[in-house]
Every structure is written in structure tokens, then in C-alpha cells.
């Protein structure tokens, strides 16, 4: 298969967008939506190979090939497996603007839908909001849009740390707070009063978040535990102590961290 010959090929091909990756966005073809075309995918999983150039990619190396904007990649050894084509943008900036789109609250999924699709709803700027809980039944508890949008003004504007011992491991990141006696006892809190206002005010907030993420989360199991999980623009948020008084942290990591080594569990799917 020539180059032009694949520019033809790729151009009467269904697209659709992979859902499942929503920080690496991309779009697929299937051989089973059209297996007529059996010869010419393996011709052309066949040109990435020769005419492409190698991508790392997590642990793997890929071969890539771009073609007009976007860039294309197969996974099936040997060549003859191929039945499915992988496609996002060659542009690095521009999918990374499309990743932080499709993991924002904005994003509108439709089923079926190609990763133009996606493109023109951040073009067009238009879409309605719609709820991005989780995975829940749809009979699970489920905050208000005003109770998710404070809850998302409360999470940025903290100052979240990154957990570098858990790097390559579990990447997350966490914010600390803690109530004013601890603080006294770790010197620092000088105030007078057994709990100070300036305290009292970002303990109160804390606690209000920490109990929203466990009366709304769903059930998430790693390692043998299971924790409360709030899930939201493509994160995941878990606090950790109990009871409430010695609830410290305040974690949160990619729903879909390529980095994560330990297999996440969701119990309330
Ligand atoms: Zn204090």
C-alpha cells in the first residue's frame, strides 16, 4: 500500500471515539464493522510499520505514522491479527487541549460519536453541562450541579501536593489540614483560643468536602481496601482517617493513571 493509496483507504473508514482513554484521546476502526476490508488493513498496519517511526508510549514502544493531522498506530503482532486502526491528532498541544476537554464536566458523550465530533463541541462551545459522576447506578445519591460546581471551586483553589514516593507506583496527589489542636501541638497554631477562628474556617471546609466525597462516592477497592471514591473531570478523589476529627488528607489521582500499578476494583458499577 502506497501512501496515497492509504490516504483513500482511511478517508471512507468509520471512526468512532474511544471512550475508555479519556487522557490520551484517540478514535478507532473495528474490522467486524466492515470486514471487507480485511486485505487492505493488514496492508496498511503493514505501511506503519515500514513507512512510520517508533513511540514510546507507558511501557510499549509503537509504531506511528502520520498521515494529513492525524497519526495512526495498530496493535496486533503478527501483522495478519490487525483488526482495528487506532487514530488521534499528530499535534501534541492540540490533543492535549481535547484530553483536558473530554475530562472537564463540559463534555457531551453520545454513543458512537467521532473524535470530529468531540473536536466540534469545544469548537462550538456550546454544550449543555451534563453530570460526569462516575460509573454509579443511576439510582446511587447524586449531588446537585451546584453542590459538583463548589465542590469544584473547593478542589482548585488548594494547593495539592504531589506523593513522589508513590511515583511509579500509585501516582496521586494530596493537600494535608488538619484542626487547630493538632496544629497547636505541632506549633503551628499560636492562637489564644482552644480552636482560633482561622482554624475553625478551613477545618469547617475541609470536613464539609471530606463528608460530601463519602456520602457521594462510590466504592473502590486497591490492595485489599476499599475506599470511598468521588469521581469527577476525569479524577478521583478519597480522603483517608476515621473518624472524622483525624481525617488528614485529602487524596486525588487520574481516574485512568497509566502509571497505576496496583488494579483498581470499582464495586458500585
Ligand atoms: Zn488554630
Known sequence: MTLEHAESFISYLRWQYAKTY????????????????????????RLIQEAGYTERFGKRDYRVLVIGNMKYWTMDFPLENTDLINRTYADEQFRAK?????????????????????????????TDFIVPVGNLPSDFLQPSLEELNEFRSYIAKLKWQ???????????????????????????????????????????????????????????????????????????YWTMGDPLETTWVLNRALIDEPRRVPKLEWLDK
Open 98 to 126: 481535547v484530553a483536558s476537554y473530554v475530562q472537564s464536566g463540559k463534555f457531551n458523550y453520545t454513543k458512537g460519536m467521532s473524535l470530529a465530533d468531540v473536536t466540534k463541541q469545544i469548537e462550538s462551545g456550546t
Open 162 to 236: 504531589t506523593a513522589k514516593t508513590f511515583e511509579n507506583f500509585s501516582p496521586h496527589q494530596y493537600v494535608l489540614n488538619f484542626p487547630c489542636w493538632k496544629m497547636k501541638e505541632d506549633g503551628k497554631c499560636k492562637g489564644e483560643d482552644e480552636t482560633c477562628a482561622e482554624c475553625k474556617e478551613q477545618r469547617d471546609e475541609f470536613e464539609k468536602w471530606v463528608l460530601f466525597i463519602r456520602k457521594y462516592g462510590e466504592r473502590c477497592k486497591m490492595l485489599k481496601t476499599v475506599y470511598i471514591v468521588f469521581c469527577i473531570d476525569g479524577r478521583q
Open 22 to 45: 479519556p487522557s490520551y484521546p484517540h478514535e478507532y476502526t473495528c474490522l467486524s464493522w466492515q470486514p471487507e476490508i480485511k486485505q487492505q488493513m493488514i496492508d496498511f498496519a
